[in-house]
């Protein structure tokens, strides 16, 4: 059975941080990019970042370039999002996700993070 478990969310002021955490099972997690999504309200799903199985190769989207940090700890099964300077248009749940570059994508439930005032 494979599980990816988030958590780390919760509510932040503008210009603050929080840090996620996802916790993998049931792949060989070292053999699988990784991948944070988020989606607002109203809105489609977003890829946030990613990073590749062997920690060379990291995307950001536009919006938190800068920001946002994406790392791997392959002897904890765990892929982490660092915010930074987070911003009220950061309001999503936040999503992790894995693959190997084809075939079937494991999600998790998904941490809500929440940026306002």
């Known amino acids: 059975q494979v599980q990816l478990v988030e958590s780390g969310g919760g509510l932040v002021q503008p210009g603050g941080s929080l840090r996620l955490s996802c916790v993998v099972s049931g792949i060989t997690f070292n053999a699988y990019h990784m991948y944070w999504y988020r989606q607002a309200p109203g809105k489609e799903r977003e890829m946030v970042a990613r990073?590749?199985?062997?920690?060379?190769?990291?995307k950001y989207a536009d919006s938190v370039k800068d920001r946002f940090t994406i790392s791997r700890d392959d002897s904890k099964s765990t892929v982490y999002l660092q915010m930074n300077n987070l911003e009220p248009e950061d309001t999503a749940v936040y999503y992790c996700a894995a693959d190997q570059g084809w075939g079937t994508t494991f999600w998790g439930q998904g941490t809500q993070v929440t940026v306002s005032s």
């Open positions: 990073i590749s199985w062997s920690s060379t190769d990291t």
